[in-house]
């Protein structure tokens, strides 16, 4: 981690807020990597892209329930205009995600005024599909988790086993939506500034 944390301290401050996008597949290990790295960069936060989950029941007006987690299943748009707006001073009021509840929690979090570094992680921060390809301009610098197709399957099946389905439940969510999403992610996405190694060994944990 020593070589991306020096990276990152070389990133020039261009506006108000350093911007830096950690991005992966599902159960790559995004949430684990900008959490560590926001412990030892100063005045640095984590963004999550899962406030942006759409509802449930917009989701099932659309019939997407069984695809939440693709990049149409997100309200993308918002998503881009909160990534434009941290460069605007202030406290900045973000959305999260209750897994618990499956559901957005709005204003579930907010940036500091004095937050100079902000680490968003989320799947598709550099898929190069519209409106997804917008978010590229905003990164001052972008790292891509390199985990490998087996490993990400071995940790998406025990995320849902976590999550109380059965083995056979499980592969089947696993390659039914989470597999498909990170291919997607992997062949059509742009390159990242730091590509890094798959270090996180760990089983999946929720």
Known sequence: MKDLLDRIAQVPRKR????????????????????DLAAQIPKAAVLPMDGFHLDNDVLDARG????????ETFDAVGF??????????????????DRSKDATVPNGAELA??????????????????????LREEWDFS??????MPVLR?????????HGL?????????EGNDIPNAENIVQNGFE??????NLYKTPYKT
């Not at 108000?16 to 959490?35: D, E, N, Q, Y």
Request: proline residues 8%.
């Open 16 to 35: 108000h807020r350093r911007v830096i996008a950690i991005a992966g597949p599902p159960a790559s290990g995004k949430t684990t990597l900008a959490r």
């Open 64 to 71: 997407l329930r069984a695809r939440k987690g693709a990049p």
């Open 80 to 97: 881009v205009a909160l990534v434009r707006s941290l460069q605007t001073p202030g406290v900045i009021k973000i959305p999260t995600f």
């Open 113 to 134: 005024a004095d937050c100079d570094t902000v680490l968003v992680e989320g799947n598709y921060l550099l898929l190069g599909r519209k409106p997804w390809d917008q």
């Open 143 to 148: 790292v891509s988790l390199d985990v490998p």
């Open 154 to 162: 071995e940790r998406l099946v025990n995320r849902w086993l976590n």
């Open 166 to 174: 059965t083995h056979e439940d499980a592969v089947k969510r696993a």
């Open 192 to 197: 990242a500034d730091f590509s890094y190694p």
